[in-house]
């Protein structure tokens, strides 16, 4: 039971690059979600998926696109990288009360 | 709308103490659920303790308790017999109502611990 994982650890970008965060669980949970980092700011949702096929926007989905097409899976694509996306990207699955969270991929946008 | 309000950046504390983490809240829901989370400088998100707005008690596990005050909209996190493993951010965390998992975060508390 590997729980939630997220590929790559790390990665740099140079603007206008584009890339695929991965997230996968194994727990069968039907909600997802994708959270950024920033110094200072806590942690903020960007999209986040009820299940399969259903996904919606968080508070700061700008830049970033998501699709479910299973329940384990839920990548987090941006499309046209820009420095202001540097942060740490956090991906998690819930099931009741608890919300299981990845190791966190650090970004970097040059 | 909803917010969390972490007012102390930086919290000290020595070894075997109690320490209480502040916590307010903002949100014209009935039903909401407060969290609370531990980030080690490993950087992984540990889940520490819930609270759910209709629960009369106040939630416990283990070291940690959450001092839950409604009608203030506090959600306080106490850590007693403070470890130096407890050296860490510790954010606060908020819940909607309705048939959602979304969190909202406060901006964190950097707690330290001292022999």
């Known amino acids: 039971n590997a729980g939630v994982t997220q590929t790559p650890k790390f990665q740099v970008l140079k603007t206008g690059q584009s890339m695929t965060l991965q997230c996968a669980q194994d727990?069968?949970?039907?909600?997802m979600s994708w959270y950024r980092q920033d110094p200072g700011m806590g942690l903020r949702l960007i999209h986040y998926?009820?299940?399969?096929?259903?996904?919606d926007q968080g508070e700061v989905p700008n830049g970033y696109n998501v699709s479910r097409s299973t329940t384990e899976d839920f990548p987090l694509r941006l499309l046209s990288a820009a420095p202001s996306q540097t942060s740490v990207y956090f991906c998690?699955?819930?099931?009741?009360?608890?919300?299981?969270f990845g190791p966190g991929t650090r970004l970097t946008v040059l | 709308a909803q917010k969390i309000t972490q007012t102390q950046p930086g919290m000290f504390v020595q070894e075997k103490e109690a320490v209480t983490l502040d916590c307010t809240y903002d949100?014209?829901?009935?039903?909401?659920?407060l969290f609370w989370y531990k980030q080690p400088s490993s950087g992984e998100m540990i889940f520490l303790i819930y609270?759910?707005?209709?629960?009369?008690q106040n939630a416990t596990e283990g070291r940690y308790s959450l001092n839950f005050q409604k009608a203030r909209k506090s959600a306080n996190l106490v850590i007693s017999a403070s470890q130096l493993g407890d050296s860490a951010m510790y954010f606060c965390?908020?819940?909607?109502?309705?048939?959602?998992?979304?969190?909202?975060f406060g901006t964190g508390t950097r707690l330290q611990v001292f022999p």
């Open positions: 965390a908020m819940r909607e109502g309705g048939n959602t998992d979304k969190l909202i």
């Open positions: 949100t014209s829901d009935q039903s909401y659920g």
């Open positions: 998926s009820v299940g399969a096929g259903i996904t």
């Open positions: 727990m069968n949970h039907e909600y």
């Open positions: 998690a699955s819930s099931y009741g009360h608890t919300q299981y």
């Open positions: 609270q759910g707005s209709y629960d009369e």
